[in-house]
């Protein structure tokens, strides 16, 4: 069976809601980084099997498979097919995950894959009326850009809690206090700064033209566990979960250009060894990345005492320190060295290549190793990903 490498990975600098790359539609931002790694890795784009790309929204500018109109606005062949992926934060991991089965089955040699999101863009939307002209009533808006909507009412009423109050629950569940949250939060925005400050991002970040960010929008270098500590509980009167612990809602795209071996002339990042995927109750979806990782590793045929770096998707500080607890044999030190999504942000659609893009250019500079990425998912599921070099 064919091993599947990755050649190269990029992004753009993750945004702000609202901020600068609020003004870029969604498929242009997908359109970005393809164009920037079909140029990076010197190919023929006409090459390209498929462009697999996730996107968690696909509500508004990123309707009618946003992969497709990336590719065809990043000026790759109309030759060049795509499909749009849907595992909400995971989507762009999910890409990674189908273009390696593809190519490990022999039905592609090289894939494009990531993700995208504008939630800045995600627009309001209404029900459709079962009569064409309905007499009387109101309609509900509904924002799109994260969270229930629609909810079907079968469903249990105590797992469609929004996902803040499931990162509460995970706190009280598993003892985890205000300050252990606030620490976290802190260390991931210092971890970014020094890391942007150190060039750890330089090999993988694209500039949007127009939009261009010197670094990720949301770092607080002036953060502190004083002002962490100002701030109110979001979903509880007596709650720990806040603005400043959680990550915040974002714009932006990732890629991961995926190939056999010998697919392209550049020396791989690293090879794809593990996949995991796992699900569990949606009301502590945080947790699931748990025993996504550890099937992950055992498909690679490791353990966690072969891991020497793990990007962990921080969607809330709660939910990651409940995976470390849940991980006894994983030094925490090792876990998002340049820093997470509470500082870098957590565009849902492009988090996942940016997890798993920053683990192959990590094991690149350090000459080889062992590396997880992981992510929680909404609505109940982990995401997990093994790479070697």
Same mark, same amino acid.
Not at 99 to 125: K, Q, Y
Not at 153 to 165: C, F, H, M, S, V
């Given at each position: 069976?064919?091993? &599947? ?26 359109? *970005? ?7 990076? %890795? ?36 109309? &030759? ?54 309905? %007499? *009387? ?8 850009? #994260? ?13 469609? #809690? ?10 009280? /569940? ?44 949301? #770092?607080?270098?002036? !953060? ?30 990732? &890629? ?6 010998? %697919? ?25 990345? *748990?025993? %996504?990782?550890?099937?992950? /590793? ?52 492009? !988090? ?38």
């Amino acid at each position: 069976m064919p091993v &599947t490498y990755i050649y190269d990975a990029v992004r753009t600098p993750f945004g702000r809601a609202g901020g600068a790359l609020s003004g870029v539609r969604p498929d242009d931002l997908a359109a *970005v980084v393809m164009k920037a790694t079909v140029e990076r %890795a010197g190919i023929d784009p006409s090459r390209i099997d498929d462009v697999v790309f996730g996107d968690a929204n696909q509500a508004g500018e990123d309707n009618r498979n946003v992969a497709r109109f990336g590719a065809l606005l990043a000026g790759l062949p109309s &030759t060049v097919p795509g499909v749009t992926v849907n595992r909400l934060c995971g989507s762009s991991l999910e890409a990674v995950i189908q273009g390696s089965r593809a190519i490990e089955a022999g039905d592609a040699d090289l894939i494009l894959a990531g993700g995208v999101e504008s939630m800045s863009r995600a627009p309001f939307v209404v029900e459709k009326s079962a009569k064409p002209w309905p %007499a *009387v009533g109101n309609q509900t808006l509904w924002n799109t850009a #994260i969270g229930w909507r629609m909810t079907n009412p079968k469903l249990r009423e105590d797992w469609t #809690i929004a996902n803040g109050q499931s990162a509460e629950k995970l706190a009280r /569940l598993h003892g985890i206090t205000r300050d252990a949250q606030d620490a976290f939060a802190l260390r991931s925005h210092t971890l970014a700064a020094d890391a942007w400050a150190a060039g750890m991002y330089n090999a993988e970040v694209v500039q949007v033209p127009g939009a261009e960010l010197d670094r990720d929008e949301g #770092i607080r270098d002036d !953060s502190s566990l004083e002002k962490l500590g100002r701030l109110k509980a979001l979903f509880s009167a007596d709650g720990t979960v806040t603005a400043g612990n959680s990550s915040p809602i974002n714009d932006g795209a990732s &890629t991961v250009l995926l190939g056999r071996e010998g %697919a392209c002339d550049s020396e791989p990042l690293a090879r794809i060894t593990g996949r995991g995927v796992f699900g569990n109750d949606p009301d502590v979806f945080g947790i699931a990345p *748990v025993e %996504a990782a550890n099937r992950a /590793l055992a498909r690679a045929g490791r353990t966690w005492n072969d891991v020497d770096i793990v990007e962990l998707n921080e969607a809330f500080a709660s939910q990651s320190l409940a995976c470390l607890a849940g991980w006894p044999d994983l030094d925490p030190a090792k876990v998002n060295i340049d820093g997470g999504a509470l500082a870098i942000g957590h565009p849902l659609g492009a !988090s996942g290549g940016r997890v798993v893009g920053h683990a192959a250019h990590q094991l690149a500079r350090r000459g080889g190793g062992v590396a997880v990425a992981a992510l929680c998912i909404g609505v109940g599921q982990g995401l997990a990903i093994v790479l070697e070099r």
